[in-house]
C-alpha cells in the first residue's frame, strides 16, 4: 500500500503520519462505524472519480441504518473527497471515506457520542491475486451475516468481522479468496465482493436477498451487460453451479473484476479467463479510465 500524504479528518486536511484517534473512540471498540470504498482513475481529461455520487448516498443510507448522524451535508463530503484527492495528487487512488462514534462515553449505546468522518487516500494496485491472471477461490466455513442478526445492507465496519474470519481462512488454506454462503446454503457474496457466474452463456448473479451487499461495481457490471446485449439473471445460486459454471468472477471497488480459475480445487471452465468475463473486464476498464462516452456521468473530474 502506497500511503498518501494527508487525510481529511472532521473539516482539516490532516498530515498523514499526524491523523490519530484516541484509544477509546468508541468505534473502535463496538464496530458503530460506516464507510465506503471509492476509486479514481487517470484519464485524458484529468483524475476522475468514479460514480462518486452513487457511493455517498450509499454512505448516508448505511449511516442511516445505523442511527449514525454525519455532520456534514451530502454536498460537502462530495467536495471533501475532491479536496483529498486533490490534496494526495494521486491520479489513481482507493478513497475511503468512513463515520464513526468518536471519543466520549464508553458503553454499547453510541447514541450521545458525537460522530467523526475521515477521508483517506492511498494507491492500492492490487487487492487480491497479485499479478495472477485469475484467482482460487474456497467455500468459508463461515457464513454470511444474516439480516436477521446484522443490517446487510450497510457497509459497516462491525459486518467486516464476518469478512475477515472468511478471507483469513481462505489464506491460511492457500486460497486467495472465500465465497461465503447465507445460512440457507446460497451463494452470497465473497468475503469483500459480489459474486458473478456463466452458465449456458447466460451471466448471473445472487440477489442482494440471499446476503450480498448492493454492490457500485456489481450493478456497474449489470449496466454494461445490458449495453453489450449479454443476458442475465439476478437469481440464487447453489454451491453446485459454482463448481459447475462455464465462468466466475468477483466484482467490487478494490478488486474490480476479478476472474476466478478455482473454487475448492475444481478448475472453473477449461481453467482460463473466459469469454464473457474477458469483454465485462475490458469495457469496465474503459468506463472507469473515461473511454466510454456513454457512461462518462459515471465519472466526476477532480476540480
Excluded at 31 to 60: C, D, P, Q, S
Excluded at 202 to 220: H, N, Q, S, W, Y
Excluded at 260 to 272: C, F, L
Aim: proline share 3%; net charge neutral.
Amino acid at each position: 500500500m502506497l500511503k498518501g500524504s494527508k487525510i481529511w479528518y472532521n473539516g482539516k486536511l490532516l498530515d498523514w503520519n499526524n491523523a490519530y484517534i484516541h484509544i477509546l473512540t468508541h468505534g473502535l471498540h463496538y464496530g458503530i462505524g460506516v464507510f465506503e470504498g471509492i476509486r479514481a482513475f487517470e484519464t485524458e481529461k484529468g483524475t476522475a472519480i468514479f460514480r462518486l455520487h452513487e457511493h455517498i448516498k450509499r454512505l448516508y443510507t448505511s449511516a442511516k441504518i445505523y442511527m449514525i448522524n454525519i455532520p456534514y451535508g451530502y454536498d460537502e463530503v462530495i467536495d471533501a473527497v475532491q479536496e483529498t484527492v486533490k490534496a494526495n495528487a494521486m491520479p489513481n487512488c482507493y478513497i475511503r471515506p468512513i463515520a464513526f462514534t468518536a471519543y466520549g462515553l464508553m458503553g454499547v449505546n453510541p447514541l450521545k457520542n458525537n460522530i467523526d468522518l475521515a477521508i483517506a487516500v492511498w494507491n492500492w494496485s492490487e487487492y487480491i491475486g497479485e499479478d495472477k491472471k485469475g484467482i482460487k477461490c474456497m467455500i468459508s466455513s463461515w457464513r454470511r451475516i444474516d439480516p436477521r442478526t446484522m443490517p446487510v445492507q450497510a457497509k459497516a465496519t462491525a459486518n467486516y468481522a464476518n469478512s475477515a474470519l472468511a478471507r483469513m481462512e481462505a489464506i491460511k488454506n492457500g486460497y486467495d479468496e472465500a465465497i461465503m454462503l447465507n445460512i440457507d446454503g446460497m451463494v452470497a457474496e465473497s468475503s469483500a465482493e459480489n459474486v458473478f457466474i456463466v452458465s449456458n452463456n447466460k451471466l448471473k448473479t445472487p440477489p442482494t436477498t440471499a446476503g450480498a451487499l448492493e454492490g457500485i461495481t456489481r450493478d456497474t457490471i449489470l449496466h454494461i451487460a445490458e449495453y453489450k446485449g449479454i443476458k442475465y439473471e439476478i437469481t440464487n445460486i447453489t454451491r453446485d453451479d459454482l463448481y459447475s459454471a462455464e465462468e466466475v468472477f468477483l466484482t467490487g471497488t478494490a478488486a474490480g473484476v476479478k476472474p476466478v480459475i478455482e473454487i475448492d480445487n475444481r478448475v472453473i471452465g477449461d481453467g482460463a479467463i473466459g469469454e464473457i468475463t474477458s469483454k465485462l473486464k475490458s469495457v469496465y476498464d474503459d468506463i472507469t479510465r473515461g473511454k466510454e462516452e456513454r457512461f462518462a456521468k459515471w465519472l466526476t473530474l477532480v476540480k
